[in-house]
Structure formats: C-alpha cells, structure tokens
C-alpha cells in the first residue's frame, strides 16, 4: 500500500509538472499567433517525441522526458551583419554563432519573410517572452489564493499553546528549569495554555505578528487581556529583559541571532487560518521576496549541496531542490497520515511553489532563459530612442544571436547545477516526514 500511495503521489506531481510546462509554452504560443509570428513546433518535454499532431501550421507533441518545454519560432535571430543567414567560420565562437542563427531560420517557408520573430517591435517580442513565465505566475496565484482563502493556512495565532515557567535566554537552547532560574511575567500574571490574547496594554490585537513586536517593545508593568472560557480577563504582567530569537518582522525567526527585548515568557498556538484577499496579497509578496532571496543565495548553497550529495554532509532542509526532489517530497505527501484534505492542499501548493520558481528563475536576465530575451528587446528599444533622439541612424535590431556562446556558458553551468542536485536528491533527499 505504501509503495501504491507513493507512485500514486509521484505521478500527481508529474501530471501538475506537465500542466504546469503546457500552461508557460501556451504563453509564448498564444502570445506569438497574436502577433503574426510563425510557430512551426509547440513541444511539451525533451528528447523523443511519443505523440504529436499537426493542426494547421503547428504541429503540437508531447516528448518523453517531462524536464521542460519549448515552442519553435521562425526568425528568433536577425541575419548577419551582411545580409546573409548562415555563414562559416573557423572561430569556434563565431560557429555557435551562425549555427544558432541558422537553427532560426530551418523551417522558413515562402511568405514567412514577415513573420519573423526578429522583425516584430521590441515590446511585442516582450510580450511574447514575458508571457511563458507569467502564465506560470498566474497559476501559482491562482492555486496559492485558492488554497489560503478556501482552506487557510498553518500560522501563529495569539492563542497560547504553552507558558514558559522559568526565564531561559534563548541562545542556551535549553527547554527545562534549573534551581534558581526566574519565574516568567506570564507565568507570574497566571498566563494559561488556552488563552487567547485579544489586547495587549489596552491595545486590541488579533495576529501574532504585532503582539510579539508589542510585546519585545516593551519592559516593566503592562495588561495582557485574554479571552478564557468565553469571557475576557485582564491580566497584569511585569515584562522583563531578556535575550530572544532575532524577528524576521513576520512573526518568525531568524536562525542563530538574538537580540534583548521585552519577554513576557509563552509560545504561541499554530492554527489554520483562512486569509482575506488582501491578507492573501501580503503573503504572496512575503513569498516572492522569499524566493528572489533564494536565488540570490543559490551559489552560496552549492558547496553544502556538494557534500551532502557526495560527502556525509546534510541535507538541508532549505536545500536547491529539482524535480526528482520533488516527486519524492510527492510520494511522501501521499503516505502522510493526515486527512485526504490537507494532502491535496499539500499536492496544490507543491505545484504552486514549481510555478513560482519556474517564474523567478525564468526571469533571470541570461541566456538562454526568458529574461535574457526580454533584456535584449529592451536594450535594442532603448538604442533606438537614443537614437531617434539624437537624430543619428536606427541601429536595427540587437543580435542576440552574438551572445549565444554565452548563453552556452550559462546552460552548460545550469546543467552542471541540475545533475549536481539530481544526484543529492537521489542519494540525500530533502524530507519532510
């Protein structure tokens, strides 16, 4: 039975991972018709083909390795500086050059002089590169608002799970008492597992976010009113210094800092709760952030991603996953023994999280990614302004073409990257059970 469950997990990822790759091409697909821009091939995965069908001038298909996506665009590159579409030459630099301009142009067919890719306006080519990765963010929205709105999600409340009896800074890391310690405020107010805290020295306050901020930001005399039995009662408390777990100012905390603040001395209750849009809004922002974040200390995180896939390192918890990885995590969400509910929310919120980083990572200005695209339609916009503004000549259109041994560099660096995480997810694996 666990080994059913955990297939049955694994191929839900993959189906949500297909979906999720037909959703982006679909961007691009739509977006390039839109614009007059023949689209020979709209192809969902890598390597061989095990499906296809021609449907007027495209001809769609499924590949058999589920790891992306793409869309074949006639003239994704402008010709050469003389006129000419393919050309040779014995710099290694300028083959991958010309070998990639001409890739552009393999399936040209009379007539489609004017549907280039090239030859389209700079924010029409935006658009159309923008728009895979925005049906990604769209989707990620769309399943993130629906799951928090519907079903809520797991965060501290003002409720009281438990009260501290003694005063511990938290840089020991200890849970028991020793002879001698100081009692807590809560404890000395009467503080109770249960409670829900409602205001704070006369202040109402309904997330735990602004109570704790309240609460470090004060020292000495202050009124705690909680609600008990259906009925509120005011307590009074003698806050105290002490030193605690740096805030990450969203009611969490930041690993190994500490500051001194205001302590009153209790843990707070997680619940489910369900979020208004505009709570669900400040959330998504908060994950954004948190996901730029990541990419930017991606590097940072190789050398313990190196010994936890080749050394006796460990995994951690906030590790680069792929999606191996994530078929795993999966298959593990599919044998948890919680209600059907809460693993489907676990399903939809695994294939919002793909989506959101296939967004973030896919507007990374490089080559050959999306963004690297994007960044060289803007920068021939912006040549042409300047030169329409200074009255000089239009310098035409910026060759992206010229950069693709970089972009070489740079996929050669991302499938390094993939086969390294490939290996620690098979033979160190993230887990959350």
Same mark, same amino acid.
């Given at each position: 039975?666990?080994?059913?469950?955990?297939?049955?997990?694994?191929?839900?990822?993959?189906?949500?991972?297909?979906?999720? =790759?037909?959703?982006?091409?679909?961007?691009?697909?739509?977006?390039? #018709?839109?614009?007059?821009?023949?689209?020979?091939? *709209?192809?969902?995965?890598?390597?061989?083909?095990?499906?296809?069908?021609?449907?007027?001038?495209?001809?769609?298909?499924? +590949?058999? =390795?589920?790891?992306?996506?793409?869309?074949?665009?006639?003239?994704?590159?402008?010709? !050469?500086?003389?006129?000419?579409?393919?050309?040779?030459?014995?710099?290694?630099?300028?083959?991958?050059?010309?070998?990639?301009?001409?890739?552009? *142009?393999?399936?040209?067919?009379?007539?489609?002089?004017?549907?280039?890719? *090239?030859?389209? +306006?700079?924010? #029409?080519?935006?658009?159309?590169?923008?728009?895979?990765?925005?049906?990604?963010? &769209?989707?990620?929205?769309?399943?993130?608002?629906?799951?928090?709105?519907?079903?809520?999600?797991?965060?501290?409340?003002?409720?009281? /799970?438990?009260?501290?009896?003694?005063?511990?800074?938290?840089?020991? +890391?200890?849970?028991?008492?020793?002879? !001698?310690?100081?009692?807590?405020? @809560?404890?000395?107010?009467?503080?109770?597992?249960?409670?829900?805290?409602?205001?704070?020295?006369?202040?109402?306050?309904?997330?735990?976010?602004?109570?704790?901020?309240?609460?470090?930001?004060?020292?000495?005399?202050?009124?705690?009113?909680?609600?008990?039995?259906?009925?509120?009662?005011?307590?009074?408390?003698?806050?105290?210094?002490?030193?605690?777990?740096?805030?990450?100012?969203?009611?969490? *905390?930041?690993?190994?800092?500490?500051? &001194?603040?205001?302590?009153?001395?209790?843990?707070?209750?997680?619940?489910?709760?369900?979020?208004?849009?505009?709570?669900?809004?400040?959330?998504?922002?908060?994950?954004?952030?948190?996901? &730029?974040?990541?990419?930017?200390?991606?590097?940072? #995180?190789?050398?313990?991603?190196?010994?936890?896939?080749?050394?006796?390192?460990?995994?951690?918890?906030?590790?680069?996953?792929?999606?191996?990885?994530? @078929? /795993?995590?999966?298959?593990?969400?599919?044998?948890?023994?919680?209600?059907?509910?809460? /693993?489907?929310?676990?399903?939809?919120?695994?294939?919002?999280?793909?989506?959101?980083?296939?967004?973030?990572?896919?507007?990374?200005?490089?080559?050959?990614?999306?963004?690297?695209? =994007?960044?060289?339609?803007?920068?021939?916009?912006?040549?042409?302004?300047?030169?329409?503004?200074?009255?000089?000549?239009?310098?035409?259109?910026?060759? &992206?073409? +010229?950069?693709?041994?970089?972009?070489?560099?740079?996929?050669?660096?991302?499938?390094?990257?993939?086969?390294?995480?490939?290996? @620690?997810?098979?033979?160190?694996?993230?887990?959350?059970?």
């Amino acid at each position: 039975m666990i080994l059913l469950m955990t297939v049955l997990g694994i191929l839900v990822f993959v189906f949500g991972l297909l979906v999720s =790759i037909a959703w982006h091409e679909l961007g691009h697909l739509s977006t390039a #018709k839109l614009f007059g821009i023949r689209v020979p091939q *709209y192809m969902v995965g890598f390597g061989p083909t095990i499906w296809s069908r021609r449907k007027g001038e495209t001809e769609y298909g499924i +590949k058999a =390795i589920p790891a992306g996506g793409y869309i074949r665009m006639i003239g994704m590159f402008p010709p !050469g500086e003389d006129g000419r579409i393919t050309a040779r030459s014995t710099s290694p630099w300028r083959t991958m050059i010309e070998d990639a301009r001409s890739a552009a *142009y393999e399936e040209l067919e009379p007539g489609d002089e004017k549907r280039l890719f *090239y030859t389209r +306006k700079p924010w #029409k080519r935006v658009i159309v590169m923008f728009a895979g990765p925005f049906m990604n963010l &769209v989707l990620a929205l769309a399943v993130f608002f629906g799951v928090w709105m519907t079903f809520g999600v797991n965060m501290q409340t003002t409720a009281v /799970r438990s009260v501290s009896h003694c005063v511990i800074q938290a840089s020991e +890391k200890r849970d028991t008492c020793k002879p !001698g310690d100081q009692v807590t405020p @809560a404890e000395a107010a009467g503080l109770r597992p249960g409670d829900r805290i409602v205001a704070f020295n006369g202040r109402k306050t309904d997330d735990w976010s602004t109570l704790q901020q309240r609460i470090r930001d004060t020292v000495g005399p202050a009124t705690v009113t909680v609600l008990r039995d259906g009925r509120e009662v005011v307590l009074k408390a003698d806050l105290i210094e002490n030193k605690v777990a740096k805030s990450d100012g969203r009611g969490g *905390y930041v690993p190994d800092q500490y500051i &001194v603040a205001g302590f009153l001395g209790f843990t707070p209750k997680t619940e489910k709760v369900q979020l208004t849009f505009g709570q669900s809004v400040d959330h998504m922002g908060e994950m954004v952030e948190a996901g &730029v974040q990541g990419l930017i200390k991606l590097p940072s #995180k190789i050398p313990a991603l190196w010994d936890a896939a080749f050394g006796d390192g460990p995994r951690e918890q906030d590790s680069p996953m792929g999606i191996v990885g994530a @078929a /795993r995590i999966s298959g593990e969400i599919a044998n948890l023994d919680i209600p059907a509910t809460d /693993r489907m929310v676990f399903f939809l919120q695994l294939i919002g999280f793909f989506n959101l980083s296939l967004f973030l990572f896919n507007m990374l200005p490089l080559l050959p990614l999306d963004g690297g695209h =994007i960044a060289g339609a803007l920068w021939e916009s912006v040549r042409r302004s300047f030169a329409r503004l200074f009255k000089r000549p239009d310098p035409g259109p910026f060759d &992206v073409a +010229k950069l693709m041994p970089f972009a070489y560099v740079v996929a050669g660096v991302f499938v390094c990257f993939t086969l390294l995480v490939l290996v @620690a997810d098979v033979v160190n694996p993230v887990k959350i059970s």
